[in-house]
C-alpha cells in the first residue's frame, strides 16, 4: 500500500475544535481526500454525534463514518459515558472537570485512526487537541501528541504522522479563526449534559460561551434558540 | 482512584505465548489479581477465543473479560480478519506473513487495556509479544513497547506499565518454560485458518510445531486429535 499525503484522517466529534478543524483542512485544501471519523464511545452528548452528520453534509466529498466505540464506554469509567455519575457544572479546570476524563480515550481513538489510515494509505491523521484541555485532559498536551507520533511511527511499515494544528491555541482562538472561516458552529454542539437548548452551566458549556465572547460574536447556537 | 500494583491486566488471546504468560502470572503470584482480556476483532480463528475461556476456567480466581473489537474489523484490513484474503501457507517470516498484519492491532488493544486498567486502579498490563514476532508485526518489537510505555505515562493521571516480559525469547524458549511450569497447551489455539484439528500449513501452525520441536516434547493438541 502506497501512502497518499493527499489523503487524509481526521477525529471529528461534532464540537466545535474538531469541526474547525474539519473546516479549515476542508476549506484551504479543497483538493485532498478526507476522511472524517466520529466515535461513538456511549457518551451522553448523543447530540454531537447527530450535529456531526449534519455538518458534514455541508462538506462536499468529505467521507464520513460514524464507528461504534461501545468497547470504550465498557472499559472506561467516566460520567461522559455512566448515567450514575454526574456531570460537573461552574468552571471548566482541572479539579472540577476531572470526572469528565475518559481514561485514555483519545489514545484508543487516535490509534484507530492510525488503523484506518494505515489501511488507506492516508498519511496524516488529524485531530483538534487545544490549549485549554491541557490542564484537564493529559491525552490533549502537547508531549502526548509528541509520543503518539513517535509511537505511530513504529507500529507499522507506513508512516502516519498526527497533526493537531491547534495544540497550542485557546478555544477563544479557534472560535476567532473559525468565525473568519465561517464555520457552521450552529451545526455543532458543546453541551456535556446532551442538552439542546445547551444546560449553559456545565464546564463544556461554560467554556464555549467564553471562547464566543473572546470571538466577539454571538454563538449562533444560541441565536437558533 | 489509587493504583493498586497487586492488581494486573493481561492481554490474553488464546494462544500459546499469552497463554504461557498468563499461567506464568497465576502460577507465580497467585496472590495477585488478575483481570485477563480477550479481544474478538472478527479474526478467522475465532477457535482461540473459545480455546480462552476454556483455558481460563483452569485459572482459579482470574477475571475474564471478552472485548467486543468489531470497530478494528472495520477499520483495518487483513487476511485474518477479512474471509476475502487467503491466509499464507509456509514460512513464518515477513515476506510471506505481510498479509497477516492487523494494521496498528496491538496499539489498539493496549490502549484499551490501559484504558481498563486505569479504570480499575491497576498498575500494570501485560502482553506476550515475543521475538519470534519482531520481523513480522511491528508492533511486537521492543522499540514499539518502549514507545508505548512513554506515551502511557502521559496519558493519564494513575502511571500504567506494561510489561513484555517475553520481548526476547523465541517461541521455542516460551515452549519450553511453559512445558516447565505444566501450561494447558492442550487448551490454547494457534491455526490461523482456525482449523481444529490444526491445517499445520499456516505460518502460524509452521512455527507452534518449530517450538514445540526446540522444547523437546509432542504438541498436546495434536495427542488429543
Known amino acids: 500500500m502506497n501512502t497518499s499525503f493527499d489523503s487524509i484522517v481526521i477525529i471529528f466529534s461534532g464540537g466545535m475544535d474538531s469541526g474547525t478543524l474539519l473546516w ?13 471519523l466520529t466515535f461513538d464511545y456511549g457518551q451522553r452528548h448523543k447530540r454531537e454525534i447527530e450535529c456531526a452528520k449534519r455538518f458534514i453534509k ?11 466505540l461501545d468497547v470504550l464506554n465498557d472499559v472506561a469509567p467516566s460520567c461522559l459515558t455512566r448515567p450514575s455519575m454526574e456531570v460537573p457544572h461552574g468552571a471548566y479546570d482541572g479539579d472540577n472537570m476531572r470526572t469528565t476524563v475518559v481514561p485514555n480515550r483519545n489514545m484508543v481513538m487516535l490509534s484507530l485512526a492510525i488503523s ?5 494509505g ?47 491555541y485557546t478555544k477563544g482562538q479557534i472560535a476567532e479563526l473559525g468565525v473568519s472561516i465561517g464555520v457552521p458552529y450552529e451545526l455543532t454542539h458543546t453541551c456535556y449534559e446532551g442538552s439542546y437548548p445547551p444546560c449553559g452551566k456545565c464546564g463544556s458549556c461554560v467554556e464555549r460561551a467564553e471562547a464566543f465572547e473572546y470571538a466577539g460574536v454571538p454563538d449562533p447556537l444560541l441565536r437558533k434558540v
Not at 138 to 144: A, I, S, V
Open 116 to 120: 484506518y489510515a494505515i489501511g488507506i
Open 58 to 68: 455541508e462538506c462536499d466529498n468529505v467521507t464520513h463514518k460514524v464507528i461504534s
Open 24 to 36: 479549515d483542512l476542508y476549506t484551504i485544501a479543497p483538493w485532498r481526500e478526507i476522511h472524517a
Open 122 to 168: 492516508a498519511g496524516n491523521v488529524y485531530y483538534g487537541a487545544h490549549a485549554g484541555d491541557h490542564t484537564i485532559y493529559p491525552d490533549c498536551r502537547p508531549e502526548f501528541v509528541d509520543a503518539m507520533n513517535i509511537v505511530s511511527k513504529l507500529c507499522d511499515w507506513s508512516p502516519v504522522e498526527i497533526i493537531a494544528p491547534y495544540l497550542n
